[in-house]
């Protein structure tokens, strides 16, 4: 009678340590998931609001806006956001037309970085967290207004099995690679739970044979 009394409690000790395994990393679902072209405009609008406080003084002028850039697809859909953030201006990108002023983007970067492959539990659910960053630096000519530096990051991670959902295929930028599982997420976690979870099937057989 002792050694059920105690092989019971064994039992119940070794399911509630896999109750509190499960929640050792509790996690938020209620957050809408994010793609990675919205964080990207997030971080890309707070820039374009920079921008605004310099040139509504000169609202009234004609701009060429310049990006200095390699990639075709970045230089476009820069060029095509700040143009619809600022309908109200008139900005240009013909150089055979004429302008008043000239808007110099120089050293854009637009990208997503995969960090880091992990998981919030342990039972081996894996999530990503990824990182959007756009930096630039921007100048005005033609205008006397100072220019400005953007160089900002947004961090956070979304379920592993969401990925094809958050990429867009038709931008390089809103895609990222896949960094390697670190030894804890691909060996160790694992381990744990096929451990505790062949001492939970134990201790069952146990109680069960009392």
């Known amino acids: 009678m002792h050694l059920n009394l105690i092989s019971r409690k064994l039992f119940f000790f070794g399911f509630l340590l896999l109750v509190l395994i499960q929640n050792a990393f509790p996690q938020d679902n209620s957050q809408r998931l994010k ?3 919205e964080n ?16 509504i003084l000169n609202k009234d002028k004609i701009y060429l806006i ?10 476009s859909y820069f060029r095509s956001r700040i143009k619809s953030r600022f309908p109200e201006y008139k900005i240009i990108s013909d150089v055979n037309l004429a302008s008043d002023a ?21 039972l081996g659910n ?10 630039y630096n921007c100048i005005f000519t033609g205008i006397e207004t100072e220019g400005f530096r953007f160089n900002q990051s ?5 379920d592993f099995d969401n990925l094809v ?6 931008f390089l930028f809103a895609q990222g690679v896949l960094p390697p599982q670190s030894f804890f997420s691909k060996y160790l976690i694992p381990s744990v739970i096929v451990l505790a979870s062949a001492a939970a099937a134990i201790l069952f057989f146990m109680v069960r044979n009392k």
């Open 154 to 158: 947004f961090t956070d991670d979304f």
């Open 40 to 55: 990207i405009n997030v971080l890309l609008d707070a820039s374009f609001e920079l921008m605004g406080d310099r040139l």
């Open 165 to 170: 959902m958050v990429e867009n295929e038709k």
């Open 102 to 122: 000239k808007i110099v983007i120089d050293s854009l970067k637009i990208e997503t970085r995969y960090l880091k492959l992990f998981e919030k539990d342990l």
């Open 66 to 75: 310049q990006i200095n850039h390699s990639q075709d697809e970045t230089e």
């Open 126 to 135: 894996k999530y990503i967290k990824r990182q959007a960053v756009v930096k």
């Open 35 to 37: 793609t990675n072209l």
